[in-house]
């Protein structure tokens, strides 16, 4: 859409119906809204493909809530609240009832968008406690539209819980893999399957595990090339990545 | 491949041509070739798309010619060598007198493959220093068949310099971006396009760079969801990544 | 017991009992059961001589509840749940009457296994503050059946007290030795007497000492070879590791 | 103030209207009101520009207080206290009543100078949750007389909502940008205009991003040399530079 | 100088002397020039007052030279190459034969500034050790036209030797402060006077010096609002911050 | 003490009034009383000269008032309880009526040495944030009986008010040096004075200062030689330390 | 024999064969030998079934070689010297002409125990490059009799080469798992046996693998109870803890 | 000699014999000597009891031999240069021909003090590869006139060796403990004797070992109240504290 608005811009300076003042104005006003504090990048899924996201920690609930308005009247979706809190969702209810909360996973959408986009995304998960990060990257990639099929609790513990999930493994069009501990599941989902493999390192763990640092580095560090990684659970992160990848 | 001939084998035990100790046996013999020191995996590319990449540090030039000898004997195609020194390269060169040595980027490409795959790359660098990196990705997806355009010397000083070349990035199935420093360039990237983004974190930059440690945490902590990351200076990773994402 | 499973499954192939698809199928389906979110892995004891532990950190109180109820009907012995908090504890007690909670170490233990296997292992701690770990330890020990000799607050600051246990040292087939602080018991430990010594680094103590990670640094650089490390306040590994020494 | 009274010692030793003696004990006295616990340093403004602020953290209510009233006695202005809490605001307010307190900037502000300060500040922030620390800046530098142009949520994911700004950022005699996340602002907003950048690093962000040192390693490491950096969310430091190269 | 061009571009376009399509054209290509490998960034001056420097690491000596020529060419002054070898100081030497090389400071200074700013910068710093930095700032702000006043070998271990040198300080428009092992120096120094100060934390040092970090997190700790640090051995960046601050 | 109990061990069995195995047994015996979970090392002092001191975290209040009830009646003085909490005090009062709490250093003392030791010990600090590690340290010395002067407030933003106290500094046969944020304090003071100067870091400061690891390593690297340094808030460490000075 | 030699000192001095001085200097005197430098401990055999490697960084060919020579005329047997350099090889050899030198695993073997211990040590390696440390551990455990099983290039990467050794791992008495970049590897093997695993991370692999701590914390991290560890690149460490093992 | 300097300029004034800007200027000029690059600190000495040490690295061979030059002009003793080069050595030697250089210890000493100093220091060290610090420690030491008992070799690996020692250890007026790896000997040593305890860490060591600081946190966070600790490898520090504590 920018794009169009800027060369309509030019066109119109070139045609005379648009001064330069007045370009150089429109050319500033016409990406964003002004709204005090936040000004929400109402354009950016005309560029990227992808809505901006509201991360909550550290914003009041009322300015949770005057972001969410804001782009839902806008006409944005899904809007997306992350690491939200049971104050933020409820100031968020009060302005878009349809709201819909996951607590666990603390995260609110609000508008899921109602097509269906092609290609599944697996998102598979190490443990159960990594579900809350899992769910995250769920959740979202399907109020984008995307199918997932979610495979959990298959960590390398017992190794013959990922093989028996092959042939699911292999239908995914990407694959998001989360996994707290010594993070060692992607590399081996990657050794399985061609589709790309998105790593999500998890905060579980005792002490050596430096809340995910351990996870992290050891998915960068991981011995099959085509992993790529996102930061400590960032659930968020790779279903937007998973979005880009299948939509593209 | 493999999983036909497990298929195959179960088929076999099921027909009376196989008898199941055959059978156990046949299942662990199928995958590799005992080499002694190294098992290549040959059929790797039949499970992931990839086939084995061979990491240079450590091993004997002797070591590395053999594996190279191996996999060429297999058919595998391309064969990467990286992180590979000039000893190495000769050694290599005595068993694949078409190897193809790339000091900058440490690497050496044996059997490229020979067909192109549909999809562009763009390979985006920030700064000169951080073109053996961008080189090393470049190469790589190219000897799988991938087209690559490099866009480099963008980097976040003159924002100016990565607007210019907007229409570029936007026609790219999957960008690249290689930088240093502070590692901002990707954030930038990817807020301007809808195609995946994976950041290569470059060990170029004073003390607090840290060695790239400052540019991939950087990288993992982008504000723009969607960007994925690899290790630091990892070329290779990327280039994998990208042909997972592009040849899904 | 699963590599059994797998042979009889081939033999029925081979017999034509059994067909191929159903050789696949049931290959996958024999190693766990499928629980929704979690996949309580329920031969692993078969394959590793150790049962799943359940690690509680993430977990809601239902969930805890819901596996220990599954492994307790397939007669997994013993259960144990750890960093268990006490509204996990009281969701365990619905389920299974004869749970028994040791608050201090965190853990919960059900049916601890009735049979005494032979070997003694010395639970090593240098400070008061370090018990809650060498219960955690002494505690797991037991519930698999392991005679525990706890020798306590025997700390290098008094070098004599460790030392005047020196014959107790010598009578255990493996050595578990807690310490945190500067975690230099280990190696003295070590330097003494010619069994396995394990260590475990404890969060305990001021600034520099990391949250374990001096301890952790320190008794991995031991000079005494030999000795090796679990995790930060992990007593659970290092009575599954002594299991796995003293049950080989 | 104080070099003129040393030399004003100095001279009146020379003219014999001053004791050796009572020399030192004036040299010594001159600069500092002993308070028990807290020695305010009444003359730092002669010195530095700057009066001494008060860092709120482990100082009782009532410490905090005694301080102020002190500073107030002997006229210093602004009066700062950082990082403050609601005790130690109430403790505030009964000695100094017209005491204003900035709870999400956790500052309190005694006396604001009521002169203006030639030379504008912009402070530039990157999303909503920087806005506290942006607020801390914002707030002190006023209350030097310091005027403030105040940019918000211009983070680099969508680079054209500070684009827009530039005119605004070329007014300014010197920006304060503070930033989260990957804190890639300031290398973009120094490579638009000539004036001093201020980097401040906020503790924004998941994971990796290290409770704000990867921001702060991104802002040292930047690109574009002429940045410096402050500590994570230190908006006063960053503000006392401010006023520092303005007043200069 | 560019945002005239694009204000002329689009008054270009206004009164129809230029159409839309060369306008975008021209957009992109007025702020640099294509070398291939390297764009340098020729207009940076007009944006920010400050010409590109060369960083000299992990680029080819004929790399440089290229891009010093390019930089010559279009008539940048001072063209500076830092962190530069001996070979790349040959190579520069060919085409721009009054390039000055300053070995110990690793920097290369072609076309000094010939003009004198007004304003004077002090470079203090701590040990002998520390100079090879000192050396960079002050060599940089010369060839930028700053006049230096450098103040050596002053750190804390003899609090009085930097004492003695008060009134040299207090003439400084702006105060670089080169410190290594602990880098308390510039907290001191920022104590005595109202002028910025920038610290240059240096890897001078034993072990726990840590290449560096103890001085720059030191000085990030400052207990002294209002200084500010570069990255560590950063010369450059100081006295380009410097000449923002005097030059504003 | 305990060599002579040897030594009179070796003596009796060589007279033939003790037997060697008795000889055995009260070597292991002499040293220390075991009270189950505790084994206070009664004769530490015997050792060392100090008395063993009880780290309070981890801690149950019953345990501790054990430990300190069976040293008063070995005759231990003083007992000192280090990071003792509010409900620690209240178990250690009733075995011990005469227990001082000093709630802002977190420390019990019970039983003071009735003594004087000769030899001054000054402990400055920096800040009034560290006025509680200061505490620690200056009471810890007293219950030794050890005379402190504490000079409070002295920070190195105002450098003169440390000068003015240099008197008092050279009086001292020993100096505590306390100091949180940069941790530049020790090397100012070791530089003016001859004695042995003991630097305590604080965890006092925002987010690079890293909970007081930036003091640490500025002090560790201190380029005064003849600094030593405890840990972060260790004022006990540093009180013991200087006993040991004092008292040799 | 330590033991054996201090009752029979005690029984001397009962039988008055032994005075009591004569007792302190034998007590003193029997368990070492004084070398100058080097005091080799010659009884550690004794005490902890393991004499004494030497670790060969930072001692002079000379210092080595006179060790070795001690250790050899007490009839200690294997001597060990670790990371030994080409010269250290050469010094050695002259006074012990049977040393044998593993260069790739910088490991010199004088004296190899000629007895057999029962019991099999698997010594599992993840890729080519680890092949140096699984040499040392390898080589080590010969030295001292032990049957050891190599399995090579087994990484996760391709898991079924892996599993198509489960029974050769399943007949080990004790694995010992060596791997780098992501460490994943122990996880795996602990979970398809009973055995006790050791961990090695090694130092290979590319910038976020630390050097090996990538692996380290993978491995601390792991997620199977069992696993224990030991240093990177530390076979020697690995083969001394199968020796405590399986000799146990 | 300095405050005595000062006192005497104040009663010139107060006398008349000085005026009061000659004053000023005597007491910038009282105190150091202005040799361009470095300003040795030639009253040091009077101040501390110490003279500077001249820190090698970084520094020219003809700086390092000019301050030697300078500080025996001013007839400094003794003059120490460490981390000293043989080139460093060789252009000492020829301005000061008495130089002795320990190349081990990378120490020249110049003019050694020609006193003896009451009071016993030990210098004890763990291994062999300690030796280079403790050497420099020794040799430090003794050049300022302290009486030195080396103990070697006495790590805890074999605690009877350092046991055997006790009476050695219990006569020093200071000991020095000089470790790597694990670092547990200054704990050990500290629980034995009444004498303080200077730990130094050494960058002896595997990888986790981190170049010595494994074992620098581990001494930091030792279990035994009383060791203070130098930085990784500065024996130098070392001995100037023991300086400061026996010398007091």
């Known amino acids: ?11 119109g300076v070139a045609s005379g119906a648009v001064s330069a003042d007045e370009a150089m104005a429109r050319l500033e006003g016409v990406a964003f809204v002004d709204l005090g504090d936040a000004k929400p990048d109402i354009h950016r899924e005309a560029r990227t493909g992808q809505p901006e996201a509201i991360y909550g920690p550290g914003k009041r609930p009322e300015q949770v809530a005057a972001v969410v308005r804001q782009l839902s009247d806008a006409g944005v979706r899904p809007i997306l609240v992350t690491r939200a809190t049971d ?3 409820r100031a968020v209810h009060e302005v878009a009832p349809d709201a819909v ?6 995260l609110i959408v609000v508008a899921p968008v109602d097509r269906s986009v092609p290609g ?3 998102v598979v998960s190490a443990g159960t406690s990594d579900l809350r990060v899992a769910d995250e990257a769920s959740l979202v990639a399907e109020a984008f539209g995307l199918t997932v099929d979610r495979i959990t609790d298959v960590g390398v513990a017992g190794i013959h819980r990922l093989l028996a999930h092959r042939s699911r493994l292999r239908e995914a069009a990407c694959v998001i ?9 992607p590399s081996v989902v990657a050794g399985l399957i061609p589709a790309p493999v998105i790593a999500v390192p998890t905060s579980v763990g005792y002490g050596a595990s430096l809340g995910g640092l351990a996870a992290l580095l050891g998915m960068l560090s991981s011995c099959v090339p085509g992993v790529t ?3 400590v659970d960032n659930g968020l992160g790779a279903a937007m990545s998973a979005l880009r990848i299948v939509g593209a």
């Open 1 to 11: 859409v920018d794009l169009q608005i800027i060369r309509e811009t030019l066109d």
């Open 87 to 89: 104050r933020q969702y």
């Open 101 to 106: 909360h996951h607590p666990e996973a603390e």
């Open 120 to 122: 599944l995304v697996a």
């Open 177 to 185: 893999v989360v996994a707290g501990m010594e993070g060692a599941l």
């Open 229 to 231: 990684v996102v930061n």
